[in-house]
């Protein structure tokens, strides 16, 4: 039980990373446990409506949003316009993820590290499914907060949408709905149009 506590204690260090995006109300930028929290709650909210919720198990999706981003810890968050960031963000948050599930139980700790694996591949259901809500969840808060973060960054429509290009084969619904912010964000000046 030791191990599971002195986990616990470490990861309470997620409050302490902070992202690019803001809170809706726009008076600070969110750190990484309140993203986590959010995400989570998001996918619990968006199942009822996704396109392939029949074959998502969603606890398992919530899970991944639980513990993918605990590695950032140690490798800091990466924005997601930072070229530089992702040329060594797998091998950073490899590193992170090695240390930190490491502290864990054995069964736990192989429970988490596949979890966080499978999310990082991203090729089954629920790991699709939680990358949506994980890319979704910034152009919300950017929505509700008049655009802060990319007018802060200069961030271009195109590269809004070539991030989140995938998702439209995915799940077409939520693809309109990110069309639809795209659309708000140039039409209100918080986007440059490209």
Not at 84 to 90: F, L
Request: charged share 30%; no cysteine.
């Amino acid at each position: 039980m030791k191990q599971s506590f002195d986990f616990l204690l470490e990861i309470d260090k997620l409050k302490k990373v902070t992202r690019r995006t803001y809170i809706a109300d726009g008076s600070r930028n969110e750190n990484t446990a309140e993203h986590s929290w959010h995400v989570s709650l998001m996918a619990m909210t968006l199942w009822e409506s996704y396109e392939h919720k029949d074959k998502v198990d969603i606890f398992k999706s919530i899970k991944m949003l639980l513990l993918h981003d605990i590695v950032e810890i140690d490798a800091g968050d990466t924005y997601a316009f930072d070229e530089d960031g992702y040329q060594d963000k797998q091998q950073r948050e490899k590193l992170a993820a090695d240390r930190l599930y490491g502290m864990l139980p054995e069964s736990v700790r192989d429970d988490y590290r596949s979890t966080w694996n499978e999310y990082e591949e991203g090729k089954t259901h629920e790991a699709l499914f939680a990358h949506i809500i994980d890319h979704i969840q910034p152009l919300m808060l950017n929505i509700a907060t008049s655009g802060i973060s990319w007018k802060e960054h200069g961030i271009h429509s195109h590269q809004v949408m070539n991030r989140n290009s995938w998702i439209k084969d995915v799940s077409p619904a939520i693809y309109s709905q990110i069309e639809e912010w795209v659309h708000k964000g140039i039409e209100m000046g918080w986007l440059k149009h490209s």
